[in-house]
Antibody
Framework: QVQLQQWGAGLLKPSETLSLTCAVY????????WNWIRQPPGKGLEWIGE???????NNNPSLKSRVTIAVDTSKNQFSLKMSSVTAADTAMYFC?????????????WGQGTLVTVSS | SYEVIQPLSVSVALGQTARITCGGN??????VHWYQQRPGQAPVLVMYRDNKRPPGIPERFSGSNSGNTATLTISGAQSGDEADYCC?????????FGGGTKLTVL
């Protein structure tokens, strides 16, 4: 059974770079797209971007210039970096698997990482 | 950019049928997925490609999609179904989420 475990710094100052990693256990990266999604406190879900094991990716245009998503197949992990964070980036961040052949249905999620941006 | 609209809240009496809608321009031509999210937890996929149930999701959950509206239907609503429900589509190389609907079971 595939599981996702994520980690990263939870408290950042404005202008710093957010960095999160998600490890895939019980399966491989191949065949699916791997996603980052966030949820500000009390608000809805926002898609950040996705990547596959070949490094092909798509990003949310509204965040594209600040976001880097990478994959490390040797470690079965993928990662998110977001530069120049502000208070508006405070959110719960989730990694999730986009199930192949479904049009990006996210069937497996990480536990979430709360990232707070505050001076 | 494409938008999907959900009602902020839906209420249903215990044991009755709840219907949660997701509106969008010609959404009937898109694959719609639905998530259930309880407070403090990660979302759970409860319906994909309009009307497919993932393993472990009760048959009480069903879905439909036509025209400008997709609908998640929960038959025989239980107290444990009380949660936020969010629809999702894929449009022009990006994922779009609805704002979410809070389901209250009375």
């Amino acid at each position: 059974q595939v599981q996702l475990q994520q980690w990263g710094a939870g408290l950042l100052k404005p202008s710093e770079t957010l960095s999160l990693t998600c490890a895939v256990y019980g399966g491989s990266l191949s065949g699916n797209y791997w996603n980052w999604i966030r949820q500000p406190p009390g608000k809805g879900l926002e898609w950040i971007g996705e990547i596959n094991d070949s490094g092909n990716y798509n990003n949310n245009p509204s965040l594209k210039s600040r976001v880097t998503i990478a994959v490390d197949t040797s470690k079965n992990q993928f990662s998110l970096k977001m530069s120049s964070v502000t208070a508006a980036d405070t959110a719960m961040y989730f990694c999730a698997r986009g199930l192949a052949g479904t049009g990006s249905a996210f069937d497996i999620w990480g536990q979430g990482t709360l990232v707070t941006v505050s001076s | 950019s494409y938008e999907v609209i959900q009602p902020l809240s839906v209420s249903v009496a215990l044991g009755q049928t709840a219907r949660i809608t997701c509106g969008g321009n010609n959404i009937g031509y898109k694959n719609v997925h639905w998530y259930q999210q309880r407070p403090g937890q990660a979302p759970v996929l409860v319906m994909y490609r309009d009307n497919k149930r993932p393993p472990g999701i009760p048959e009480r959950f069903s879905g439909s999609n036509s025209g400008n509206t997709a609908t998640l239907t929960i038959s025989g609503a239980q107290s444990g179904d009380e949660a936020d429900y969010c629809c999702q589509v894929w449009d022009t190389s990006r994922v779009v989420f609805g704002g979410g609907t809070k389901l209250t079971v009375l």
